[in-house]
């Protein structure tokens, strides 16, 4: 026997196959919503562990933050790695720096003088003593002017005789040359900067006598009065910045000397003796400042009072002025083979009344103390010299004076 089939009656005209199918699929309904609400549960239960698997991932790192060091942690980022690696710690502040590269490093080797046998030759009994330097064109850093405050860095405007402005960007100098460059090397600045002594020089270029040179700050800025300028003196065609040179109270002793500092020895190093015979002896040893020599001086327990030293006026060095009355000499000289007293610039006599004016201490701008030349064997006593051109003209230089 066939199958059932389903089609339209010939005689009724009813598409029974089309009935059947709808019934079927009425009856298969509660099927379908089943199935339909299998596939939900199943895409809820997907979702679930989803959220699962993240909360435990939270929960792991959200674990760390018992830890001090992750809640202070700090990261940098550095525009060009290549000129500059940072690190932070944990007290860094936070925000942007920005850092303006003055110099590239450069190598450097230093040679010693060669040995005539490097096995059986020995160098010697004593303290071999290496030091930078030993240039007479020294170039001063900006944070050795002024006593040791410096020099603030920022923009100054800058009139020549011509009458025009230009303003010369100091903000990225260290030392006297870079300012003079930076001036020297602005367009239109129509003025030559230089150096003399413990001042800067401006000098017109511009052959032009409409005005006065001049230099004024920008943006209530000091950096040109730090450097003397708007202080200084105009005469002529120049510009004579102030004394910027000096020592103060603040002064490091490592400073002094072209940066040779003081050397002391073990024990006390330097003896005072006032005019009244009384002897003091001085222990500089530690100190870091001038101030604190002067008070070591000042304070000494063998100090009675009479004796009191001070930066002298000129701010080239130290003064000892002695009040006790004696018919003697007021007299500085080493202790213990120190030679502290040498480089403090007191080691001697008075030069009368009692009064001690001390060495000059510190060089001029771009420059080296007598002293320390020819190996530290310095010129004793400088005298004049005779100098003759190629005509045969004369002039006698007297550097008597020079220090």
Do not use: C, W
């Amino acid at each position: 026997m066939s199958g059932i089939s389903t089609g339209i009656g010939l005689f009724s005209g009813i598409n029974s196959g089309d009935i059947i199918t709808k019934l079927l699929s009425i009856e298969a309904q509660p099927r379908t919503l089943a199935q339909n609400r299998l596939e939900q549960q199943t895409s809820v239960k997907a979702s679930l562990l989803g959220v699962s698997a993240k909360l435990l991932s939270l929960q792991g790192s959200a674990g760390a933050f018992r830890n001090s060091n992750v809640l202070n942690a700090r990261t940098v980022q550095v525009s060009d790695p290549f000129a500059i690696n940072v690190t932070a710690t944990a007290t860094a502040a936070l925000g942007s720096t920005q850092f303006r590269a003055i110099r590239q490093s450069q190598s450097q080797r230093f040679v010693s003088n060669g040995f005539a046998d490097v096995d059986t030759t020995p160098v010697g009994a004593g303290t071999i003593t290496i030091k930078q330097g030993g240039f007479v064109d020294a170039d001063t850093s900006l944070d050795a002017l002024n006593g040791g405050t410096g020099v603030p860095l920022g923009k100054i405007r800058i009139t020549n005789r011509a009458g025009t402005q230009t303003v010369v960007d100091l903000t990225g100098v260290k030392t006297i040359t870079d300012v003079t460059r930076a001036i020297n090397g602005t367009a239109n600045v129509g003025v030559v900067a230089n150096t003399n002594g413990d001042r800067v020089v401006l000098t017109d270029s511009t052959g032009q006598t409409t005005a006065n040179i001049s230099v004024a700050e920008i943006d209530g800025g000091t950096t040109g009065a730090a450097l003397g300028l708007t202080t200084g003196t105009f005469a002529g065609s120049s510009l004579t910045g102030s004394d910027v040179v000096y020592v103060s109270g603040s002064t490091q002793l490592a400073r002094l000397n072209d940066g040779h500092g003081i050397h002391a020895a073990t024990g006390d190093d330097i003896q005072i003796t006032l005019k009244d015979a009384t002897t003091i002896s001085v222990d500089v040893s530690g100190k870091t400042t001038l101030q604190e020599i002067v008070t070591a001086i000042n304070s000494d327990s063998e100090n009675s009072g009479n004796l009191v030293a001070s930066i002298d006026p000129s701010g080239n060095g130290l003064r000892l002025t002695d009040s006790s009355g004696g018919g003697g000499t007021l007299t500085v000289s080493a202790l213990s083979g120190s030679h502290a007293a040498q480089d403090l610039g007191i080691l001697g006599s008075e030069q009368g009344g009692g009064v001690l004016v001390g060495r000059r201490i510190l060089a001029g701008l771009n420059s080296v103390l007598l002293r320390n030349l020819n190996g530290g064997s310095g010129v004793t006593t400088p005298g004049s010299v005779q100098l003759t051109d190629r005509s045969g003209a004369t002039a006698t230089v007297d550097f008597s004076t020079a220090g």
